[in-house]
């Protein structure tokens, strides 16, 4: 699964860890995020990411 990079901070959003604190499993792919989800440390929504080169 691809990893998503916050355009605003850098965050990297990685599939492999999710993002547990915010009620996203480990192994969720950034497609199945759930829409109101936002970056953990910037607060942007996942329209402000791009997919890692």
Do not use: H, R
Not at 15 to 44: H, K, M
């Amino acid at each position: 699964m691809d990893k998503y990079v916050c355009t605003v901070c850098g965050y990297v959003y990685d599939p492999a860890i999710g993002d547990p604190d915010n009620g996203v499993a480990a192994g969720t792919s950034f497609e199945a995020v759930q829409g109101d989800w936002v970056c953990p440390l910037c607060g942007v929504g996942k329209e402000d990411f791009e997919k890692e080169a």
